[in-house]
């Protein structure tokens, strides 16, 4: 490890597709921990709940009844944050008070019909088919020519705010483009430019040449924890080709990277013997808006816990007002799911 | 109001002091929450604590007593995050992975010896002393050259990760700038060229005529709800004088900071009859880096309470992946705090 006093020491690093910075404190582990201890959500859920609004067969809030679907379903959002028919309008006061329509599409994805069961509890060919309707949806959405990005994305566990329990993820399509991606499309174009190659391909060398965050690699994709990860068990699913986005992958593709998924969920449920929460979304090329060749397709993995099931990473008061602050190192994450098991320990109880 | 179709429908405004954007969903608020139900934090905790790190004459990690005092008291954080005596050193791989190492001061105030306390249960003089203090540990970290920012700032209650309620804030100052700190003084710094004038001044002008965002106002300081609000209950408080930072502020500037701070936190105490819960924190000029007359001080309070003392606002998937969101309007947020009580809930119920 050529940076061992920066390992030793706070530091801080470069997040390099967003250009901004994370303040790393390695010594900060030793701190005791008397703050708030999380509950640990209930795990004895029935395979169907009558009351479940996304359980085949049962009714949802705009008064549609579910399908009694046997792989994965996909429906509008009943309380999108998002409209289509949002009208055109903006507003502006001197530069100072600024705001402008916006226009978008909510979808919820229901992973299985099985109101039990999570990602990892999948099979491959299973999540094959949840990357299948992600692929489908995506290809749908960027027919509308409105639609100027599309955020597939899942928040798994009650402290990440999902409000159903049953394995679902979500897909918000939007006119206009998001902060985080204009952050990554300024860098990436930037890095393109000078370059002519992917940031993220160049990266990934480096990553796979070093070895010291890499978890887990098949033929198609990287599971690796980011130099510069902000939460204390983030990742990076990174495809070793540099397309632009999820219509891409082949068929051998999209098995290898349910695959990832697989082996990443897994180990975090391993970590600390719970159904690990976390945010996580794929990160993928505008659309209806030209080129985008500087894109590589990526996937995001934003996972709250610190210590145990109980006890998380809180970004508040620092963080919030100043900079992103994480307190044990991502060569010291990484080694400790590199080296957990990809049999999931619920299977192994029985 | 002028912007009433806005109002109605999903929506973005521009943070003038980052030029980023918050997606606003006014119509959102209807969606049912079968989500995660906060714990109550108890509310019976003893004016002293033998086993409180913060109560005086108590011994802390570091093995020193803590003296009897009256007012406030201000030391060292035992498990600081940044160390004075850090090497310097960075790390830099072909641009990709890249480091450096950071100094800094981590230091803890304890607002009062009371345990039982919280800032807006503090008489008005009591508050101008943690103000005094404030001020004074401002000026003598500045006068260390190597220091470049101080960030003070307050976790208040378990969810936002404070892990002692005895009353108290942090202040961590540091050699270099941290991230939101270097957004808000581009901005600062443009509009300051340009304009000749600072840019919350003529924000606020806008504000306190418009009358539709302002909370509370006295001689030298503005509440309000700002336009770009991202938390539910966000607010801001904004000095009326153009000053760089807190050391500008005269004692009777001071005492009328401390009363700002009393009628927010009250009113906030008042929304759900609970002890509400936030990250607060002021932003201010960065030191030892020359003039930074663009620069205008002030303090953000970001609460994450949405619709009750134990439901909260997630700033999950979407937000974390693509943009914050919000499900109330601000100016919703301004009535409902501008129409509460100054007159603690607590006071009332005895
Ligand atoms: O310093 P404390 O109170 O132990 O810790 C709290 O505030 C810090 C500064 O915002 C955060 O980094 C921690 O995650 C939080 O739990
Ligand atoms: O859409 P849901 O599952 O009701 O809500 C959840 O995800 C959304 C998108 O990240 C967030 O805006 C909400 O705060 C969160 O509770």
Redesign the interface.
Known sequence: N??Q??DL??????N?LTG??V???P??T???????VE?LPEDNRPAYDPKCYLCPTNSR?DGDTNPDYKESFVFKND?????ED??T?S?N????????????ICKVISFSPKHNLTLPELSVPEITKVVDLWQAEFRSLAEQPWIK?I?I???KG???????PHPHG?I?AQS?F????TKETERQRKYYAINKSS?LK??LK?ELEKNERIIFENDAFVVLVP?WAVWPYETMIISKRHVQNITAFSAHEKELLAEAIKVLTTKYDNLFETSFPY???M?QAPVNDGNHTEWHWHM?F?PPLLRSATVKK?????E??????R?ITPEYAANRLKELSTEHYKSKAQ
Chains 1, 2 share one sequence.
């Open positions: 050529e940076a006093q920066l020491n706070p530091h801080r690093r470069l390099i901004e910075w303040l790393v404190s010594h900060r030793k701190r005791p921990w008397q703050g708030k509950d809030a309380f999108s944050a998002l409209l949002t009208p309008d507003y006061q001197n530069d100072l008070l600024v705001a402008q329509s916006e226009r978008g990005y955020q994305f899942e928040n009650e402290i990440m705010g999902c409000s159903n979500q918000w206009e998001p902060v985080e991606i940031l160049d990266y480096i130099f945010s996580a979304g990160h995001h934003y809180f970004m508040v008061g620092y919030m007002l100043a900079n992103p602050q307190d």
